[in-house]
C-alpha cells in the first residue's frame, strides 16, 4: 500500500521563503530548522523569543451536559478541579494502564478544547468517540479549522501584548482567555512545551499567514525568530517534557514514566486499577535521566548496559544546549534508577560511560 502523502500546513510556502528546511514529521512537512540553525534557535528562544508553526498537531471540540464527566472518566487529572478558563495537562490511558497520548485539556464557558499529538489524530479520535456511550457529549475534531502556534520566550509575553488588548498580565499560567490577537479572534493559552513563558495561539486556520507575518514583524525588533522542530525537541527535552513515541507510548505507564503527579487516583477513570497497582506495589522499570562521561552522543535506540549487561535502551538522545551537555533519557530496571548510578550507552559496539543524574536538566524559570 502506497504511503499517504504528506500534508503541509498554511504557512508552508512562508517557511520554504524563508529558508526552511522541510522535513517529514508525524505525516506532515514541516521545517526542522532555518538557516539559523538548530542551537541558535534554542538559544534565542531560551533568551528572547521563538515562535513555532504547531498547526500539525491535533485540536478535539467536546460538548454536551456530560462532557465534565466524560473527561473525568477518560483521562488521569480531576476535571472537577478545573474552574472554566483554566488548562492542565492530562493523560488518556489504555485498560492495561499504558499510555493512548498525553494531551491537554481547556475548560471553556461552554465546552471543552483538547489539544493531542499529530501522530495520534485518528487513534485518539476513535479511541474518544468509542468511550461516549452513557454520556451525553459530542466529540469533535476540529483540527482542519483550527490553527495553532506557539510563541515562547521570556520577550513572548512584551511581543504578544503589542498585538492584543488583553491584559495578559491578568492571564496566569495554566489558563486560557479569549481575545482578538491582530485583529483575529483567538484562544490564548498560557502553556507550552519549551520551559520558558510564553502563549499556544488557536484561531482559524485561513488566517494563518496574516497572524504568523505580524507576530513576526512586531516580534523581530525584540530577538523573536521562528524556530523549527529540532531546537523545539531539545527545548522540550532539557525541562524532561515528554514526546509520545519516546518518553511515552503504548508500552508504558504514566508511572513508569515518572507522570504519577498527574494522575487521580481518587476517582474512576480508565486504567486507574493498574496504575493504582504501580503504585502501591513498584514497577520494574523507570524513566531516568542520564549525562554522557565519555565524549560521546547518545541517539535513540542505542541500547543501555549497566556492569556489561543490557538493560534497556535510550529513548531521547540529544545535545542539551543551554547545559552544554550531552544527555538523554532511558528506562532502566526501576533498582538501578537512583541518580549517580553509572551506567553506559552501546555505541557501534562500544561501551561509552555514562550517569545517571537528577531530572530536570534545566529548571525552567516561569513569570
Known amino acids: 500500500m502506497a504511503d499517504k502523502p504528506l500534508k503541509r500546513t498554511n504557512l508552508y510556502d512562508w517557511h520554504v521563503a524563508h529558508g526552511g528546511r522541510m522535513v517529514p514529521f508525524a505525516g506532515w512537512e514541516m521545517p526542522v530548522q532555518y ?29 454536551g451536559p456530560d462532557a465534565e464527566a466524560y473527561l473525568n472518566y477518560m483521562t488521569t487529572w480531576d476535571t472537577t478541579l478545573m474552574a472554566v478558563n483554566d488548562a492542565h495537562y492530562a493523560l488518556l490511558c489504555y485498560a492495561d494502564g499504558t499510555l493512548v497520548d498525553d494531551i491537554y485539556l ?47 520566550g521570556p520577550k513572548a509575553m512584551e511581543i504578544l501584548q503589542k498585538v492584543t488588548e488583553v491584559s495578559l498580565a491578568s492571564v496566569p499560567r495554566f489558563t486560557i482567555a479569549e481575545g482578538e490577537v491582530a485583529g483575529i479572534p483567538t484562544l490564548i493559552s498560557r502553556t507550552g512545551y519549551t520551559g520558558e513563558d510564553g502563549v499556544e495561539l488557536f484561531f482559524d486556520a485561513g488566517r494563518a499567514v496574516e497572524m504568523w507575518e505580524t507576530l513576526v514583524e512586531v516580534g523581530e525588533p525584540l530577538g523573536l525568530h521562528p524556530i523549527g522542530l529540532a531546537a523545539r525537541d531539545s527545548l522540550r527535552f532539557e525541562p524532561s517534557f515528554p514526546l509520545y513515541g519516546h518518553e511515552i507510548s503504548a508500552s508504558v505507564t504514566p508511572i513508569e514514566a515518572r507522570l504519577g ?30 549525562e554522557m562521561v565519555d565524549k560521546a552522543v547518545p541517539r535513540e535506540h ?55 543524574i537528577r531530572r530536570p536538566f534545566y529548571r525552567p524559570a516561569y513569570k
Open 106 to 152: 481547556y475548560r471553556l464557558p461552554n465546552r471543552w478544547f483538547v489539544a493531542l499529538n499529530a501522530s495520534n489524530r485518528e487513534k485518539d479520535l476513535a479511541w474518544m468517540q468509542a468511550h461516549t456511550t452513557g454520556f451525553d457529549v459530542t466529540v469533535t475534531d476540529v483540527s482542519d479549522e483550527t490553527y495553532m502556534l506557539a510563541l515562547q
Open 261 to 290: 503527579w498527574v494522575v487521580k487516583l481518587n476517582k474512576p477513570f480508565i486504567g486507574r486499577d493498574v496504575l493504582l497497582k504501580q503504585k502501591l506495589e513498584g514497577v520494574e522499570k523507570l524513566l531516568v535521566g542520564f
Open 35 to 63: 538557516p539559523t540553525g538548530p542551537k541558535e534557535e534554542h538559544r534565542i528562544t531560551r533568551t528572547a523569543a521563538g515562535l513555532f508553526d504547531i498547526d500539525h498537531m491535533a485540536q478535539f471540540s467536546v460538548s
Open 302 to 356: 542505542y541500547p543501555v548496559a549497566i556492569n556489561g549487561g543490557i538493560v534497556g535502551e535510550v529513548v531521547t538522545g540529544i545535545y542539551a544546549p543551554t547545559v552544554e551537555k550531552f544527555a538523554g533519557h532511558a528506562y532502566v530496571p526501576a533498582q538501578y534508577a537512583k541518580s549517580g548510578t553509572p551506567i553506559q550507552i552501546v555505541i557501534r559496539g562500544k561501551m561509552k560511560e555514562a550517569v545517571i
